[in-house]
């Protein structure tokens, strides 16, 4: 057994009330708002409420509190590779590269149109023209849109259970990559709503969209945009929506596709849980529901940050040792508990907006928005539609910043405040 550190520090996701773990350290910075001893006293109790249900729930692993307020220390076996970082998604509109100081110019053509000529490009122009041919105008989910959403993953655990009845019953499910539904349906289900891919996926998008015989998936697509990958767009009828997802990374950038489909579900349903991802301890190798074992990667590599995002009530983890769909998350932390831990860490790391009530506190940069067609808000839930009142119809986009920055706000024309 040997100790490694994990340090974890605690921020608002926008819309969610989720806490935001990093792997980083902690500076004791003072802002405009003094923490309070009420403060202090929050992020004590969600500290205690934590351990209790790593312990009750970790399968082996323990939560042991750190040298500040903000810290946490896991300890768990010597083959499990902690390998990970949270970072901030959201779908890449033209109005949030318009919303940028410089977007069209600097940002976009730099930071995301990476394809093979892309990057040797001096003609920004065509870059430009490139990128517009797969970004929505605005963003086409909302926050709360969907009630309760599955991740599922591949590995090889899933043909240990049965959970494809199970999965099917959700609102939307999302799937990764190549992995196949016929002829797994018993144990991955049939029903697929999105389906998030990587580079190496992408480039044979023609192939994946065969994997959906209703041909209804949208295709989430990470961050990059390959010239491969346009191509097909424009030249083979792929009728799927197909989008492009931000990753506004803080420290190095996770690579797991898993971690970004499980913080896409997280900013579009109420409720998240996560099936085929190897987090029962025991296993030595990486293995896939629809192929041989495979080398250089390590199972276990996110097993503490699953069972962490378990302890703050952001998902609920299903793995043939949790085949039980009723079984009940012990010692989970209230949302009043995780509110005011938010509120207190958002003003130890002088966060936009700390101690603030105002949903439009947390935004660097706030833009009036070009008109553009409203939302259908009959169409949609009603915790979505009461999201959207209460941020007063403000599309939030995280910035690629450091810590103690914001979000990018659109707003609609003459709300600004």
């Not at 109790?45 to 896991?74: H, M, P, W």
Request: aromatic share 8%; net charge positive; proline share 5%.
């Amino acid at each position: 057994m040997r100790l490694l550190r994990l340090s974890f520090l605690l921020s608002l996701t926008s819309g969610l009330a989720a806490i935001v773990i990093y792997i980083t350290g902690f500076s004791t910075l003072y802002g405009k708002y003094q923490p309070s001893d009420e403060d202090f006293e929050a992020l004590q109790s969600l500290q205690s409420d934590f351990q209790k249900c790593v312990s009750a729930n970790g399968l082996g692993l323990q939560a042991v509190r750190g040298k500040d307020y903000c810290e946490v220390t896991i300890d768990f076996s010597s083959d499990t590779v902690p390998k990970w970082v949270r970072n901030s998604t959201t779908i890449l509109t033209k109005e949030f590269i318009n919303a940028l100081p410089n977007g069209w110019e600097e940002y976009a053509w730099r930071r995301i149109n990476k394809g093979i000529l892309l990057n040797r490009c001096e003609n920004k122009t065509l870059c430009m023209e490139k990128l517009s041919l797969v970004l929505p105008e605005m963003p086409p989910y909302l926050p709360r849109q969907f009630g309760r959403c599955a991740v599922i993953g591949n590995s090889g655990d899933l043909l240990k259970t049965r959970f494809g009845k199970e999965i099917d019953g959700y609102d939307a499910v999302i799937r990764e990559n190549g992995a196949p539904i016929q002829n797994y349906s018993d144990y991955v289900g049939k029903k697929s709503t999105f389906r998030l891919l990587n580079r190496g996926s992408a480039k044979a998008l023609d192939k994946v969209v065969e994997l959906d015989e209703m041909r209804k998936e949208a295709l989430i697509i990470k961050t990059t945009i390959h010239d491969i990958m346009n191509k097909m767009i424009r030249e083979i009828p792929i009728k799927n929506p197909v989008y492009l997802m931000l990753g506004a990374s803080f420290g190095s950038a996770a690579k797991g596709t898993g971690l970004k489909a499980l913080e896409f579900a997280l900013s579009i349903c109420e409720s998240v849980d996560m099936y085929g991802f190897t987090v029962d301890p025991g296993y030595k190798e990486w293995t896939r529901y629809f192929s041989e074992s495979r080398q250089g990667h390590t199972p276990l590599h996110g097993r503490a940050y699953y069972q962490m995002m378990e302890c703050l009530g952001l998902i609920k983890i299903h793995s043939p040792m949790r085949a039980d769909p009723n079984r009940v998350v012990k010692w989970v932390p209230s949302r009043g508990t995780i509110r005011a831990a938010r509120i207190a860490s958002e003003k130890l790391l002088t966060r936009v907006g700390a101690g603030s009530g105002d949903p439009l506190a947390a935004c660097s940069i706030i833009k009036e928005r070009v008109e553009r067609k409203p939302i259908a808000l009959s169409n949609l839930r009603k915790a979505a539609a009461d999201h959207q009142k209460f941020v007063k119809g403000t599309t939030m986009y995280p910035l690629e910043q450091s810590l103690g920055h914001g979000a990018l706000c659109t707003v609609p024309a003459n709300r600004i405040t």
